[in-house]
C-alpha cells in the first residue's frame, strides 16, 4: 500500500467506519438500527469513493462480517441493506461463496419483501463453475406469482448469461411463461419496521425482462425469433418497455433480411398498390406501433422506419414525428428532433412537406438542446426562400456559446449557397455579441470562406473587410485580431485595391494601440499594401520598441527593395510567389523531419524542395493499428532498376524472385515503399514492413510484402506463423536475429494479422492497413 | 447486437449543487466488475499495477478518475440548464435539478430509447418523492436518508436493466429503518405527519387501554 493511499484514508472515515462495522457485526445480540446505520455508511463511503477505497483484504474481512447478519432472522429492514452492501462489496472481495448458503436459504424461504434481493444478490456471488447450483431456485422464482420475485429472477438470469449460458437456457419455457402472464402485486408487511404503505400498481415490467433474456437465449435462431414476433403480439404484451423491445425485434429481423417485408413489395414494381388485406406482416406491425398511442413504442417505430429506410411508412413517421414535436413532455420533443436532424439530409422532402413549419416553432423553444436542433435541421434541408427568414429569426443572443458554435458549423456548410445572408448575419454576431475566442474564430474562419469563394458577388466581399475593419476597432482577443489582419492583408489589395488606404488607416491604428503580437501581424498586414506604407514601415522600422517588430517591418521593407519599384504590378509577383510556397510547405517539412531525425543537414538542398512530392508514393502511408510508423522520409526509387544496384536489394529481388516464379510472372520491379516500423521497440519482436510492387504490363501489379522479423526476446523461438496461413514461415529465430519473410498480398488474405504462434505462447499482432 | 440488450442504463448520479457526488452508481454486468477488480487486485500484489497511467484514460465503468472527470464535465453542461435532457459523450442524459441537487441518469448509447429512459428515471423521482415524505428531494434529505435513496435506485435499476418504473411500486419495496424495542419516536411522528400522528396515538391509546383492562 502507497503512502498515498494512507493520506487519501486520514481524510475520511473510512477506518473508523472499517473498524466499527467489525466490531458491530460480531456483537451478540446485535443491534438491528445500529447495524443498519453502519452499513448505510459504509455504502456511501463505497459508492462515493469508488470501490477501490478499501483493499481486497479488508473488503473480505467486510464480507464475512457483514455475513454473520444473515443469523439474524425476522428482520427485513437490516436484510435488504444488507443484500445492497453485499451486491456492492462481493465484485471486490474474495470468497464471495460462503454467503451463497445463507443467501440460497433466503431464496427458499416463503415470498417476502426482501425474496427478489436475495435472488438478485445471489447471481453476485456465483461464479462459472458454481452458476448450475442456482438453476432450480431460479426455476422456482422464475415461476413465482409475484411479479418482483420473477423480474428478479429473470433479470439474473440475464446478468448470468456470459458466463452460464447453458444454465440458463434450460430455464427458457419457464421465462418465456413469464411473457405471457400478467401477474399482480402481492402487498407484503416487512417485519421489523414500521413502513407507510404504498399500492404498487404491477406495469407488467417482467414481460420485458422475459422477451430481453428470450431474445438473447434465441438471437442466432432466425425462425425462432419470427416466432416470438408472432406468438407475443401486443394482444398479448401490455408493458411498454416488452413493446419497445418488441418492434426492435421487428426491425432487427428486417435488417437482417429485407426480403421479409419485399414479399408484397415495398416497392410496388408494376405500380399497382399492394392491397392493404395482403399488406406484409412485419409493415402492419409497425404500422400498428406509429397508430398506437404509446409515445416510446411510436418513437421507436419511427427510429426503425427511418433507419431502415422502409418507404411505405415514412410518410406516416413523419407524420408522427411532427405530432411529437408540440408535446410538452421535453424528452419525446428531444427524441423527435433528434431523429429529424439525423435524417433530414435523407429525407429533405418528407420534411419539407410536413414538418419545417413546426420546426420553426421550436426554434425558440425554452429547451436549447431542442433549439440547436432545429435551427441545424432547418437549416440542413432549408433552401434559398426559408433561409432568410429563418436566419432572422434566430434568436442568437441568450444561448450558450456551445450551441452557437454548433449554428455557426452549419452556417458554414451553406455559405457557399447563400453568402450574402449568412455573411451578413455573420458581420452581425461578429460586431454585436460577446462571445469566447473559439466563437468569434468559428464566425471570422466562416467568414473567411465567403472572401475565399470564386464567384463574384458583387459588394459582399468588401463589406465583410470593411466590417472586419470595424470589428477589430475594439476586440478584446489577441488571437482573433492577428486573424483578422492576416486576412485584411491578403484580400485587402486583391478584392478592392481602390480602397487601400481605408485598410490601411485601419491597420496602422493597430500598430499604435495594441500589443507587440498584435504589431508584429500588423506590420505584416502593412506590407501588403506597398505603395502607400514604405513611409509607415520606415517609421516602424526605427521607433517600435519591440525587436519583433521593428525585424519585421526591416524585412518586409527589404524585400520590396529587392523586388521591382512598389507598383501595384508587385502585387501579382508576390501573388504568385505566395502561391508557391505555401505548395512547397509540405515538401519542407517532410525534408526538415528527416534533418530532425538524423541531425544530418548536409543533405538539406533547398533547390530540391521545389519540386513537389511524388503524390502516389505519398500515398503508400503505412499506418499500423495504433502504432505511429515513424517517418523515414521519402525514400524514393526511381522508376528503373537504377536503385536495385544497391546490393542489399538485388538481393531481395533475388529472393522474391525465386520464391514466386521470376521476373516472367511477377514482371518489373516498380517501386520499392519506404521501410516501415509497425512494432514499438519495445515489444517482443521488432516488425519492419516494406512494400515492392511489380508491375508484368501495364495492367497487372502484384504487391510483395517484405517483413523484417527481429527477435528481442534472450532465448530462441521455433515456428513463427504470419499472416492466416499455416504454414511456418520462420522454423527458428535466434536472439537479436533479424530474418526476411516474404509474403504476396494474396498470401495475407486482406488479414493483416501477424500471427506469431511461437512454440507455447501466441502473439497477434493486428493493423489495420498495410 | 447492443440494441436489443435490455441493459440500458450506464449510470445513475446524484451530483450536490457544486458538483460533488452525493451518489454514483455505474452499471455494468456483475462478472465483468468482478473480473475487472480481480485483475486489478492481482496486477496490485505483483506491484506491475501503475495506478496513474491506468486510471487516468480508464473506462468509464470501472475508473473512479473517469468518472469523476465525466461527472464534472457533465454537471458544467447541465447545472443551471434547465433543458432536463441532452446528449453528452455519446450518452443520452436525463437529468433534474430539484432544489440544492441534481439527479442524473445516464444511457449506455445514445440510441436508446428516450421515452422509455424517462420513464425510468421518473419512477425514481416519483419514488423518492413518495417516501422521503419530509421536504422531498434535496442534500440534506437525502443524505439523512441515504438508505432509503439506495434502496430505491437499487430497486429500480439492477446492473443496467431497468427492474422497475412505477413509482408507488418502487416505493412500496422500500423498509424503512428498524424500529428497536421502543417503536414510538419523535422522528416517526414527524414522518407521519400530525393526521398520521394522531391515529397512531389514538391506536396506541387504545391497546394499552385494552391491555390494562
Given at each position: ?366 429547451n436549447k438542446n431542442i433549439s440547436t436542433y432545429a435551427i441545424t435541421t432547418l437549416l440542413r434541408s432549408g433552401d434559398a426562400s426559408n433561409i432568410q427568414s429563418l436566419i432572422n429569426n434566430i434568436q442568437i443572443n441568450d444561448v450558450s456559446d456551445d450551441f452557437k458554435i454548433i449554428i455557426i458549423d452549419s452556417l458554414k456548410s451553406l455559405v457557399s449557397k447563400f453568402p450574402e445572408t449568412i455573411s451578413k448575419f455573420l458581420v452581425d454576431l461578429l460586431k454585436n455579441n460577446d462571445g469566447s475566442v473559439i466563437f468569434k474564430t468559428k464566425i471570422v474562419d466562416c467568414l473567411v470562406d465567403v472572401l475565399q469563394s470564386e464567384e463574384n458577388l458583387g459588394t459582399t466581399k468588401t463589406e465583410i473587410l470593411e466590417n472586419l475593419c470595424d470589428f477589430i476597432e475594439d476586440c478584446e482577443y489577441t488571437e482573433v485580431l492577428v486573424r483578422i489582419l492576416y486576412v485584411l492583408g491578403e484580400y485587402g489589395p486583391k478584392l478592392d485595391f481602390e480602397n487601400s488606404s481605408l485598410y490601411v488607416r485601419h491597420i ?263 | ?213
Amino acid at each position: 500500500m502507497s503512502a498515498k493511499t494512507y493520506k487519501a484514508r486520514a481524510e475520511g472515515d473510512q477506518m473508523t467506519v472499517y473498524q466499527d462495522c467489525l466490531t458491530t457485526f460480531n456483537e451478540s445480540p446485535i443491534n438491528p438500527k445500529k447495524c443498519r446505520k453502519l452499513l448505510t455508511r459504509l455504502y456511501k463511503i463505497l459508492i462515493t469513493k469508488g470501490l477501490t477505497t478499501f483493499n481486497t483484504m479488508e473488503c473480505t474481512s467486510l464480507f464475512f462480517s457483514i455475513s454473520k447478519l444473515f443469523q439474524h432472522q425476522n428482520n427485513d429492514s437490516l436484510r435488504q441493506m444488507v443484500y445492497l452492501v453485499i451486491k456492492e462489496l462481493s465484485s471486490v472481495s474474495e470468497d464471495t461463496l460462503m454467503a451463497t448458503a445463507s443467501i440460497m436459504k433466503d431464496v427458499q424461504h416463503v415470498d417476502s419483501i426482501i425474496k427478489p434481493n436475495a435472488v438478485r444478490t445471489l447471481t453476485r456471488v456465483l461464479d462459472s463453475s458454481t452458476a448450475f447450483s442456482a438453476e432450480r431456485l431460479l426455476k422456482s422464482c422464475t415461476i413465482s406469482k409475484d411479479p418482483s420475485i420473477a423480474s428478479a429472477s429473470i433479470v439474473s438470469s440475464y446478468h448470468l448469461l456470459p458466463i452460464a449460458d447453458q444454465t440458463i437456457k434450460r430455464l427458457s419455457n419457464e421465462t418465456m411463461e413469464n411473457i405471457e402472464a400478467l401477474k399482480s402485486f402481492v402487498n407484503y408487511q416487512p417485519s421489523g419496521c414500521e413502513v407507510p404503505v404504498f399500492y404498487p400498481q404491477s406495469k407488467y415490467m417482467s414481460q420485458y425482462h422475459a422477451l430481453g433474456v428470450t431474445y438473447q437465449l434465441k438471437k442466432n435462431d432466425k425462425i425462432g425469433l419470427m416466432k416470438l414476433v408472432h406468438q407475443y403480439d401486443p394482444s398479448v404484451l401490455k408493458n411498454q418497455f416488452a413493446l419497445v423491445e418488441w418492434c426492435k425485434l421487428i426491425g432487427h429481423l428486417i435488417e437482417r433480411d429485407p426480403s421479409l417485408i419485399e414479399e408484397n413489395g415495398h416497392y410496388s414494381q408494376n405500380g399497382a398498390k399492394p392491397s392493404s388485406d395482403n399488406e406484409n406482416e412485419y409493415i402492419k406491425f409497425l404500422r400498428w406501433g406509429c397508430y398506437k398511442k404509446i409515445e416510446a413504442v411510436q418513437l421507436e417505430v419511427c427510429k426503425i422506419v427511418l433507419k431502415l429506410r422502409i418507404v411505405k411508412l415514412v410518410d406516416l413517421v413523419f407524420q408522427t414525428l411532427s405530432s411529437f414535436l408540440s408535446v410538452p413532455r421535453t424528452s419525446t420533443r428531444f427524441a423527435a428532433i433528434k431523429i429529424l436532424n439525423q435524417y433530414a439530409a435523407v429525407y429533405p422532402g418528407n420534411l419539407k412537406a410536413s414538418i419545417n413549419g413546426d420546426l420553426e416553432t421550436l426554434i425558440n423553444d425554452s429547451n436549447k438542446n431542442i433549439s440547436t436542433y432545429a435551427i441545424t435541421t432547418l437549416l440542413r434541408s432549408g433552401d434559398a426562400s426559408n433561409i432568410q427568414s429563418l436566419i432572422n429569426n434566430i434568436q442568437i443572443n441568450d444561448v450558450s456559446d456551445d450551441f452557437k458554435i454548433i449554428i455557426i458549423d452549419s452556417l458554414k456548410s451553406l455559405v457557399s449557397k447563400f453568402p450574402e445572408t449568412i455573411s451578413k448575419f455573420l458581420v452581425d454576431l461578429l460586431k454585436n455579441n460577446d462571445g469566447s475566442v473559439i466563437f468569434k474564430t468559428k464566425i471570422v474562419d466562416c467568414l473567411v470562406d465567403v472572401l475565399q469563394s470564386e464567384e463574384n458577388l458583387g459588394t459582399t466581399k468588401t463589406e465583410i473587410l470593411e466590417n472586419l475593419c470595424d470589428f477589430i476597432e475594439d476586440c478584446e482577443y489577441t488571437e482573433v485580431l492577428v486573424r483578422i489582419l492576416y486576412v485584411l492583408g491578403e484580400y485587402g489589395p486583391k478584392l478592392d485595391f481602390e480602397n487601400s488606404s481605408l485598410y490601411v488607416r485601419h491597420i496602422y491604428n493597430r500598430v499604435n494601440l495594441e500589443n507587440s503580437i498584435v504589431r508584429s501581424a500588423a506590420v505584416i498586414a502593412l506590407s501588403k499594401f506597398p505603395v502607400f506604407t514604405k513611409n509607415l514601415l520606415e517609421t516602424i522600422k526605427a521607433n517600435d520598441i519591440d525587436d519583433e517588430v521593428r525585424d519585421r517591418a526591416a524585412i518586409v521593407l527589404s524585400r520590396a527593395a529587392q523586388t521591382s519599384t512598389p507598383t501595384a504590378s508587385s502585387l501579382s509577383i508576390k501573388k504568385k510567389s505566395h502561391q508557391q510556397l505555401s505548395r512547397d510547405i509540405r515538401v519542407l517539412e517532410s525534408k526538415l523531419n528527416i534533418y530532425i531525425q538524423n541531425g544530418d543537414f548536409s543533405t538539406f538542398e533547398l533547390p530540391a524542395i521545389s519540386e513537389p512530392v511524388d503524390s502516389g508514393n505519398a500515398d503508400v502511408d503505412m499506418v499500423s493499428g495504433g502504432l505511429e510508423g515513424s517517418a523515414h522520409g521519402s525514400h524514393e526509387p526511381s522508376s528503373n532498376s537504377a536503385t536495385t544496384n544497391d546490393e542489399e536489394y538485388k538481393e531481395i529481388i533475388d529472393t522474391i524472385y525465386h520464391k514466386y516464379g521470376g521476373a516472367s510472372v511477377l514482371g518489373k520491379l516498380v517501386s520499392i515503399s519506404p521501410l516501415q516500423e509497425l512494432t514499438d521497440s519495445s515489444s517482443e519482436f521488432i516488425i519492419y514492413a516494406q512494400k515492392y510492387l511489380f508491375q508484368q504490363d501495364s495492367s497487372e501489379k502484384t504487391i510483395i510484402f517484405n517483413f523484417k522479423v527481429e527477435n528481442t526476446l534472450d532465448f530462441a523461438v521455433q515456428n513463427l506463423k504470419i499472416g492466416s496461413s499455416d504454414d511456418v514461415q520462420i522454423s527458428n529465430l535466434e536472439p537479436n536475429e533479424r530474418t526476411d519473410v516474404f509474403l504476396s498480398e494474396q498470401e495475407l488474405q486482406d488479414e493483416y494479422v501477424l500471427r506469431f504462434i511461437a512454440d507455447g505462447f501466441e502473439e497477434i499482432f493486428e493493423f489495420n492497413s498495410l | 447486437m447492443s440494441g436489443l440488450s435490455v441493459d440500458t442504463i450506464s449510470a445513475y448520479l446524484i451530483l450536490d449543487n457544486k458538483g460533488e457526488r452525493i451518489y454514483a452508481n455505474y452499471y455494468s454486468n456483475p462478472f465483468a466488475k468482478t473480473s475487472y477488480y480481480q485483475a486489478l487486485s492481482e496486477s496490485k500484489k505483483n506491484g506491475t499495477h501503475t495506478e496513474d497511467t491506468k486510471e487516468e484514460n480508464g473506462d468509464l465503468k470501472f475508473s473512479y478518475k473517469t468518472q469523476r472527470a465525466f461527472e464534472q464535465k457533465l454537471f458544467k453542461k447541465t447545472h443551471k440548464q434547465n433543458s432536463d435532457i441532452l446528449i453528452f459523450d455519446n450518452h443520452i442524459v436525463l437529468y433534474k435539478e430539484c432544489s440544492d441537487v441534481c439527479l442524473y441518469l445516464v444511457s449506455k448509447s445514445q440510441d436508446e430509447n428516450e421515452v422509455l429512459l424517462q420513464m425510468s428515471f421518473d419512477g425514481i423521482k416519483d419514488a423518492m418523492e413518495l417516501v422521503l415524505e419530509n421536504g422531498g428531494i434535496d442534500k440534506s434529505n437525502i443524505k439523512d436518508n441515504y438508505d432509503i435513496v439506495s434502496l430505491i435506485i437499487d430497486e429500480a435499476i439492477d446492473d443496467g436493466v431497468p427492474l422497475e418504473c412505477e413509482g408507488a411500486t418502487i416505493a412500496s419495496r422500500i423498509t424503512t429503518a428498524p424500529n428497536v424495542e421502543a417503536p414510538i419516536t419523535i422522528n416517526n411522528i414527524k414522518e407521519k405527519g400530525l393526521l398520521g400522528a394522531w391515529g397512531f396515538a389514538k391506536n396506541k391509546l387504545a391497546e394499552t387501554l385494552q391491555q390494562n383492562l
